[in-house]
Nanobody, 121 residues
Framework: QAQLVESGGGLVQAGGSLRLSCVYS????????MGWYRQAPGKQRDLVAA???????YYADSVKGRFTISRDNAKNTVTLQMNSLKPEDTAVYYC???????????????WGQGTQVTVSS
């Protein structure tokens, strides 16, 4: 079964940057749309950025202009560059594969453990 492994989280001060990576062990990675989600304590898991197999990109309004999603099909990797981080970005970040329709990713991968991002004020 294909696995999703996230990495790159940590503790950073407000205004700082982090780069998250997700490796998806799926042989047809290049055909999948990929997304990054986050879940803060007591809140639902929300899609923050996604990139289609064709390179189209979606960003949630809350991260537009600060986060950049990219993919490297040769490495089965999707990356989320996060700049100008705010305390409200604090959450566990997850990635998944699916089909992007508008602002929703209809995911079909099994969730990984995620990576914790903590932004201090």
């Amino acid at each position: 079964q294909a696995q999703l492994v996230e990495s790159g989280g940590g503790l950073v001060q407000a205004g700082g940057s982090l780069r998250l990576s997700c490796v998806y062990s799926e042989s047809i990675f290049s055909l999948n749309d990929m997304g990054w989600y986050r879940q803060a304590p007591g809140k639902q898991r929300d899609l923050v950025a996604a990139i289609t197999s064709g390179g189209s990109i979606y960003y949630a309004d809350s991260v537009k202009g600060r986060f950049t999603i990219s993919r490297d099909n040769a490495k089965n990797t999707v990356t989320l560059q996060m700049n100008s981080l705010k305390p409200e970005d604090t959450a566990v970040y997850y990635c998944n594969a699916g089909i992007l329709r508008g602002s929703k990713l209809f995911e079909f991968g099994s969730w990984g453990q995620g990576t914790q991002v903590t932004v201090s004020s």
